[in-house]
């Protein structure tokens, strides 16, 4: 095992878990010009936003001060995805609570403007995901909105048709990705896809978690406020509303 998969576990299963369970039972309020709550926000949380996020990392790295932070970014892989002075903006300006979301949300009921997520709710098995869209619609306040976004499900299936066909015509190599495993070094339960949503999917698990109105929507186009500078990777866009 490699010494960073080590320093991951020990993070990950020893001291953010010891960190989350301490923390499990408070309770935040949003400041008065606050727009809503930013579900598994990773580095990205746009003003007036706040961010609930359960990531070690994040956390730890608001703390350190700038000559260790460097090293943190080096051994946690971030050069892969930003340089050192973006990674740098990217956590002095992240806002959030650091917060298993598997625990629920840490707010009171009715005490929330607007809820979204990005790229999250496939990270979840389904009545998890349920459990905590239920928990969306009891700390959203009544007409409150909530705009989810998740990878297509039918794109994959796509991707598979097409990898079938090149095996049915004698190249093996694209079923390679749908039948190996690749991947190595230390897991979270976040790290992988738990379940996929098509548009049928995702409308179906909102209205059980008893969303109403339920629209849906593309990149950059809803009704949610600030949708433009929310939105930043591409997927299946989806709002409902507290009745």
Same mark, same amino acid.
């Given at each position: 095992?490699? +010494?960073?998969?080590?320093? +991951? ?6 001291? #953010? ?29 746009? !003003?007036?936003?706040? /961010? ?18 460097? %090293?943190?970014?080096?051994?946690? #892989?971030?050069? +892969?995805?930003? @340089?050192?002075?973006?990674?740098? +903006? ?19 009921? /009715?005490?929330?403007? #607007?809820? *979204? ?13 349920? !459990?905590?869209? =239920? ?6 306040? =009544? ?8 990878? @297509?499900?039918? %794109?994959?299936?796509? !991707? ?11 190249? %093996? $190599? ?17 790290? #992988?896809?738990?379940?996929? *949503? $098509?548009?049928?999917?995702?409308? !179906? ?39």
């Amino acid at each position: 095992m490699k +010494k960073s998969d080590v320093l +991951k576990i020990f993070l990950w299963e020893g001291l #953010n878990l010891w960190l989350l369970r301490r923390k499990r039972k408070n309770r935040y309020q949003l400041p008065a010009n606050c727009h809503g709550i930013n579900i598994g926000c990773g580095l990205h949380n746009p !003003k007036l936003w706040k /961010g609930v996020d359960g990531g070690a990392t994040h956390y730890i790295a608001k703390k350190l001060p700038g000559f260790l932070l460097k %090293s943190f970014y080096r051994g946690f #892989n971030m050069h +892969k995805n930003y @340089s050192f002075e973006e990674y740098t +903006k990217l956590i002095s300006e992240l806002d959030f609570v650091h917060h298993e979301l598997l625990f629920g949300l840490p707010f009171d009921d /009715g005490s929330v403007p #607007n809820v *979204y997520s990005s790229h999250f709710f496939e990270h979840l098995h389904y009545q998890d995901a349920l !459990k905590l869209l =239920t928990e969306c619609r009891r700390v959203l306040a =009544t007409g409150g909105r909530i705009r989810i976004c998740v990878p @297509s499900l039918e %794109s994959e299936v796509e !991707k598979i048709r097409s990898a079938v066909a090149a095996y049915d015509s004698g190249d %093996s $190599n694209p079923i390679q990705n749908y039948v190996t495993w690749n991947k190595s070094g230390y897991q979270s339960y976040y790290s #992988n896809h738990h379940w996929m *949503y $098509n548009h049928q999917g995702l409308r !179906k698990i909102l209205e059980e978690a008893g969303f109403t109105d339920i629209i849906e929507c593309s990149y950059h186009q809803g009704l949610i406020q600030d949708v433009d500078v929310l939105d930043t990777r591409k997927g299946i866009y989806m709002e409902g509303v507290k009745r």
